[in-house]
């Protein structure tokens, strides 16, 4: 199938590591024109170069440090790069706090990052992608969002609320031609990732999660990214407000 991304320019926040880092390489690869942030300036030099090359040099490639709870430097960054691409079509908001702590630290490190992160992303893409043919706006949520495990607070409480705000966004800008919707990964394990850091400081937490999976492991990064370049690109042009889980079955509520 071709997703028909080619050409099309967008963004991922939070795209040096884990699923997007996954997101960008997917979509550079499908001849997508890719920006993307992260607060280690390091790390995102050299993913702009890896960029460069998983779409074999045919298309553009940039990023910034930036710090997502920061809006109006979110704000900044998103108008210099629909400036960079002359437009934009794609925005994904990939960055979690990942704070599942339930001490107010915690509470307002989930709101400024994960639902704030996303709004002001948003806003400051509106009136580009509102002149594109082909918009689409992804928000990585999370199972957390969708029943109760031991990430419920904060972290669990946010991703919930991230579906609400797209399925809304949605219904809102669909007669502007705009299509807005979540993924919902599972327990997703890379190397340097939360999973990963888990199997070796808790193990009994790592073994417990692990054993919640039917079918018998947790997610690669590749797999959230391959849903994500799906449901951002043309060849979902019908779809807008949902929550597409991806998680091996690890969830067994019915998604009504």
């Known amino acids: 199938m071709d997703l028909q991304l080619k050409g099309l320019k967008a963004i991922v926040t939070g795209g040096t590591k884990g699923i997007g880092l996954a997101i960008a390489r997917t979509l550079a690869a499908e001849g997508a024109h890719v920006a993307i942030c992260a607060r280690d300036g390091a790390a995102v030099e050299q993913t702009v170069a890896d960029l460069v090359a998983h779409s074999g040099g045919t298309a553009k490639a940039l990023g910034a440090p930036v710090d997502v709870a920061n809006g109006e430097q979110l704000k900044a960054w998103t108008r210099d790069v629909a400036a960079s691409l002359s437009g934009l079509d794609i925005v994904v908001a ?40 082909a918009a689409s706006i992804v928000a990585i949520s999370s199972v957390s969002g969708r029943e109760i495990d031991f990430a419920a607070g904060p972290y669990g409480t946010f991703k919930a609320a991230l ?17 807005a919707n979540t993924v919902s990964p599972g327990n997703v394990y890379f190397e340097g990732g939360v999973w990963d850091h888990i199997e ?28 994500v370049a799906f449901i951002a690109s043309p060849a979902a042009s019908f779809v807008s407000g949902t929550n597409f889980v991806v998680d091996g079955a690890l969830t067994r509520g019915v998604q009504l």
């Open 94 to 133: 990939n960055v979690s706090a990942l704070s599942i702590g339930n001490d107010a630290e915690s509470w307002r490190k989930e709101f400024e990052t994960d639902l704030m992160g996303t709004v002001n992303l948003v806003d400051a893409a509106l009136p580009f992608l509102e002149a594109s043919k």
């Open 163 to 179: 579906v609400h705000y797209m399925q809304g966004l949605a219904h809102q800008l669909a007669g502007k031609g705009i299509r």
């Open 200 to 227: 070796h400081t808790n193990p009994k937490l790592f073994a417990d999660a692990l054993a919640l999976n039917p079918s018998g492991r947790m997610a690669r990064p590749q797999e959230i990214a391959n849903a």
